[in-house]
């Protein structure tokens, strides 16, 4: 009977353990998989920008014949509280980028992804020295969310200024200037509506531009030639359709400025022209005056195989 006893003490005791061992699993897979899950739903709510995006046969058609579009216009640029003629010129292009260095691929991979890219220009002069402006775009195409990156600089007899754009882990944004109080900064700041990229947005899907009450950080081009705070200003947003054309308004009343983009209906939904009204100048010199480009030409071009004495009449074509 004694071994009888302990025999059963002992299964009693292996048994107790092995429930207990198994009780313990349960509860760490049980923890396990709501962990998992609660860490799936939280990406999917924090993220919900990163949506895949479908890209109509059009589209691919007119944006994947390994040619850009090109549009020249006619520029009046205010500076100073002056009004100055000049051209300004449109080059869109699909292109690999990679995320992780983001820059463009040499080839597409499994770290790149498409994007439209938008390379504006503009070229005036003020009085005896000339200035000129580029600003860079690369907006996402098989994915919803702001572009990947921006990039602008100003160029004039005084100096340089730079800024750039890495949408990361929020916005990491560089500025270089010759400028003494705006030399080699760097800030973070969160995500949010560029008004940069609602150029490129526009080309890919005008119905989904942000439309009401909302926050923009201006384009780099006016924080720059303004000396503005980078941060988001309260704006409002309307588009308003007509017979043929479309004219997408940006108004902030802090900053009392207004950009308003007219483009085509139909696809590609190419742009026709814009207006920018704001106080150029500074003291009591500043004037508010009215910026505008009108469109000049149109064309699709392979341009960056197009660079032999014999490829200028393009130029000429686009009326630059």
Known sequence: ???????RRWWNRRLFVFLRKSFSMMISKTFSTLIAILAL???SCSSPDKKPRE??????KYWYAGEAEITSYKLSQARYGELREGKAVLIYVTEPFLTDKQVKANQPNKNSAPVLKLNST?????GIYPYSIMNSVFYPLNFNDHALKIVTSVTEWCGQAYMQLNNRSGFDITVHSYFENEADKQLNLDTNILEDELWTQ?????????AGEIEIIPSFEFIRLNHNEIKPFKATTTLIKNNRFSTYTIDYKNLQRTLEITF???FPYTIEGWKETYKSGFGNEAKTLTSSAEKIKTIKSAYWTKNSSTDV???????L
Do not use: A, H
Not at 1 to 7: D, N, P, R, S, T
Not at 313 to 319: E, I
């Open 122 to 126: 503009k070229n005036f002069n003020t």
């Open 1 to 7: 009977m004694k071994c009888i006893e302990l025999w």
């Open 41 to 43: 739903f939280m990406f």
């Open 264 to 266: 085509q209906n139909e």
């Open 313 to 319: 009449y393009l130029r000429d074509s686009l009326g």
């Open 55 to 60: 890209i109509s046969k059009n589209f691919k």
């Open 202 to 210: 526009l080309r890919v899907n005008p119905e989904n531009l942000p």
